[in-house]
T-cell receptor, first 114, second 110 residues
Framework: NAGVTQTPKFQVLKTGQSMTLQCAQDMNHNSMYWYRQDPGMGLRLIYYSASEGTTDKGEVPNGYNVSRLNKREFSLRLESAAPSQTSVYFCASSERRQGNYEQYFGPGTRLTVT | EDQVTQSPEALRLQEGESSSLNCSYT??????LFWYRQDPGKGPEFLFTLYSAGEEKEKERLKATLTKKESFLHITAPKPEDSATYLC???????????FGKGTSLLVTP
């Protein structure tokens, strides 16, 4: 089991460029999440997908869009990158059943917007 | 508003010097408190879940405890390989996503 995988590992963009961060999990989890991590701010939730076919905004959704492609895959899109989106992005997944909220994280994508 | 606060922000210990990290939370109706370890350049790694006051869980040199207002991560006789950032989190009231504290950066020196 690979767990949660993310591509790419590193990316440099220029302001205004677009890109999609990919995430896949092989644990048959129903729920998937995108977080960003910035120094001094901790992990903040961008978007999540409670189950296939649904997506919801988190704490900091502005400037991002997501697609739950199927049960395994959840992508994050930056339509017009801004320097404020320089961050480390983590994807996570969890089962969606009462009383179980443990999340498992991918290795992250380090994004720099110049 | 749900809040998770961790202290201290950073902690430096000598090898073998035991200590505790604190996570205080304000949520209505706790549905679990989660501890994660994060090494530099990696994603958070799940350690423990605690569900009710009085509950304790152990893993090697780590023991997590829970009261109605806070959780402690006790580190007994730490080794340099315990150096990492330790994160705690609680579920948002709105769903299954986790609300994380800012973490405690632990450095254990030989």
């Amino acid at each position: 089991n690979a767990g949660v995988t993310q591509t790419p590992k590193f990316q440099v963009l220029k302001t205004g460029q677009s890109m999609t961060l990919q995430c896949a999990q092989d644990m048959n989890h129903n729920s998937m999440y995108w977080y960003r991590q910035d120094p001094g701010m901790g992990l903040r939730l961008i978007y999540y997908s409670a189950s296939e076919g649904t997506t919801d905004k988190g704490e900091v959704p502005n400037g991002y869009n997501v697609s739950r492609l199927n049960k395994r895959e959840f992508s994050l899109r930056l339509e017009s990158a801004a320097p404020s989106q320089t961050s480390v992005y983590f994807c996570a997944s969890s089962e969606r059943r009462q009383g179980n909220y443990e999340q498992y994280f991918g290795p992250g994508t380090r994004l720099t917007v110049t | 508003e749900d809040q998770v606060t961790q202290s201290p922000e950073a902690l430096r210990l000598q090898e073998g010097e035991s200590s505790s990290l604190n996570c205080s939370y304000t949520v209505s109706g706790l549905r679990g408190l989660f501890w994660y370890r994060q090494d530099p350049g990696k994603g958070p790694e799940f350690l423990f879940t605690l569900y009710s006051a009085g509950e304790e869980k152990e893993k090697e040199r780590l023991k997590a405890t829970l009261t109605k207002k806070e959780s402690f991560l006790h580190i007994t006789a730490p080794k340099p390989e315990d150096s990492a950032t330790y994160l705690c989190a609680v579920p948002f009231n709105s769903g299954y996503a986790l609300n994380f504290g800012k973490g405690t950066s632990l450095l254990v020196t030989p």
